[in-house]
């Protein structure tokens, strides 16, 4: 028989029940935190780090289980080409300087993927080719360099496409095969930097490095739905990366979050004196992008749009016509910019100019390597037509060989057209973008990072698949040619799952601004997510 309560004991349970409610709303330092190495930020495994409940050996492994689950086996993501047998070492030494004098910066004992065109002692640099497969340049790269000192482990290195040019094989290395897009595998990871992206995406490391001659940074970045950086050039060295087109080139850092692709390029930006365009940034250059990261950057700020870049895709005209009305309720004022015609598809200068650099540049690169790895870019041509070569599961992409012979049939850079784009092209480019912009008071330009989403992996048939544009990577040429900033973020998602992505761009040296309003935006919409095919592990997720 249950006891009859009063209704003072009912009144008391009901209050009793209120008040533990009430508790319950209300964070204590009693419940405990939970740790999820997918998607984890710098600043949250810092935080574990200083718990104590992690440790950065423990961390590494943790990316190594990823990686030995997703990358050659599972989904064979394929984004690297090699690993650093010696990270776990490294990863102790790192937890034992951390107990003794502390963190170096918020990198510390935080594991990273270089793409394979960084150089480094310790681990082949390759560009993805077999005919520079084992090479170990005589010295890491600047950049490299300055992560090492930072603490960051080099977990390994990212496939890419060979020496940075697709040539209709995005994510293809001879060297390193295929590499898969992880939102959908028989998607392309975009090019070159494609297994950058792909790996970061995948969670197998906190972030990667990548180089961008003609979007080879910000397009892999938006078909895996991260930030990606393309900073003004002068602003991080490309010393001790393979060149492609040194007119063009930059290098920076891809992640998953605005603010860990801030941390990063902090560390990567700085005066080199084996670069010369980085003698232009003295003063420029910021140790601590983060201090500029606002949620309410936007509040006030002019922003354009431009409408030379729609057309290509239906759902991405629509996700960027949802970021416009995004920008505007954040607080800004969004006008249209119409570039053409004065500044229409720049890609046959871009490939008149790299046609004319690659050899001289390249050889310059090579002259450095030992023995016995080809010295000029005509050795390797002959290489690469080799029979043996030819007929071997490692052939080189067609395409890239013949960009080899085109390269070698240029007269270089005394060529009387390569003179007159660079020294008459270049700067109209400039200056139209600087007038555009001033004319119309604007702090910054959006555009759809490329006009259509990933494509097909090069050997795969999809219907599904669709694109009006000839070239989804146009919008993007603006920011190479002149060599000012563009950074790309997550900007949704197609009714298939595949990532897309915003680009903000605007004048040399505008990190500090583009990272505010990038950071802004990101936090506004909260579009990033991991891809399906690779979830969390045992032993990733736990309390503290």
């Known amino acids: 028989m249950k006891q009859k309560l009063t209704w003072w004991q009912i009144a008391k349970q009901g209050l009793t029940y209120l008040f533990m409610l009430g508790l319950s709303t209300f964070p204590s330092e009693a ?3 939970t740790f999820r190495l997918r998607e984890a930020t710098i600043a949250e495994i810092n935080q574990a780090f200083e718990k104590n409940a992690l440790t950065s050996e423990q961390l590494v492994q943790l990316y190594l289980n ?18 650093n047998n010696n990270a776990l070492k490294e990863a102790r030494e790192l937890d034992q300087e951390r107990q003794q004098k502390g963190p170096r910066s918020p990198l510390h004992g935080i594991p990273i993927i270089l793409k394979d065109n960084y150089d480094t002692t310790d681990l082949p640099t390759t560009g993805g080719s077999v005919l520079l497969e084992g090479s170990l340049p005589p010295d890491d790269a600047f950049t490299v360099k300055k992560l090492r000192e930072a603490g960051a482990i080099i977990l390994g290195k990212a496939n890419m496409s060979e020496f940075a040019e697709s040539y209709g094989r995005l994510g293809y290395s001879s060297l390193g095969g295929l590499t898969r897009n992880p939102y959908k595998l028989t998607r392309d990871p975009s090019g070159s930097s494609g297994g950058s992206g792909a790996v970061i995406a995948a969670n197998f490391a906190v972030l990667a490095t990548g180089s961008d001659t003609s979007g080879s940074i910000r397009g892999p970045a938006a078909v895996a739905g991260l930030v990606g950086i393309k900073p003004t050039q002068g602003l991080v060295s490309r010393d001790g990366i393979i060149p492609l087109t040194l007119s063009f080139d930059s290098a920076g850092p891809m992640a ?15 005066v080199d004196p084996n670069d010369y365009r980085t003698l232009e940034s003295v003063g420029k250059t910021y140790k601590d992008y983060t201090q500029f990261l606002n949620k ?22 629509a996700a960027t016509d949802a970021a416009v009305a995004k920008l505007r309720e954040l607080g800004a004022t969004v006008e249209s910019v ?28 090579l002259k450095n390597l030992q023995l016995p790895f080809p010295d000029t870019l005509r050795e390797m041509y ?21 960009g080899f012979g085109e390269s070698l049939k240029h007269p270089e850079l005394a060529d009387t057209e390569y003179l007159y784009i660079l020294h008459f092209e270049f700067p109209r480019v400039r200056q139209e973008i600087l007038s555009i912009m001033n004319a119309q008071n604007l702090d910054a330009i959006i555009w759809p990072t490329m006009t259509c989403p990933a494509g097909p992996l090069y050997n795969v048939e999809d219907p599904t698949y669709q694109c009006a544009s000839n070239d989804p990577y146009i919008p993007g040429y603006l920011a190479n ?29 505008s990190e500090p601004t583009l990272l505010g309003f990038a950071y802004a935006y990101e936090q506004a919409t909260q579009f990033r997510r991991p891809p399906t095919t690779t979830p969390a592990l045992p032993g990733e997720n736990f309390d503290y």
């Open 256 to 270: 998953r979050t605005v603010t860990d692709a801030a941390i990063a390029l902090g560390v990567m930006a700085g």
């Open 338 to 365: 119409d570039f053409s015609p004065k500044l229409e598809n720049l890609w046959p200068f871009m490939e008149e100019v790299t046609e004319a650099e690659f050899e001289p540049q390249i050889d310059s690169y």
């Open 481 to 509: 040619v002149s060599g000012f900033p563009g950074i790309s973020v997550a900007m949704g998602f197609t009714e298939q799952g595949l990532p897309l992505g915003l680009t903000f761009f605007g004048k040399p040296y």
């Open 31 to 33: 419940v405990a935190e």
């Open 296 to 317: 309410k950057a936007l509040k006030g700020a002019r922003i354009g749009v431009a409408i030379d870049f729609r057309g290509g895709n239906p759902e991405v005209d």
């Open 382 to 402: 002959s290489m690469s037509l080799s029979n043996p070569l030819v007929n071997s599961e490692q052939a080189l992409n067609p395409g890239r060989v013949g």
């Open 66 to 83: 990823r990686i030995e689950a997703y990358d050659d086996q599972g989904p064979k993501i394929n984004g690297l080409i090699s690993i």
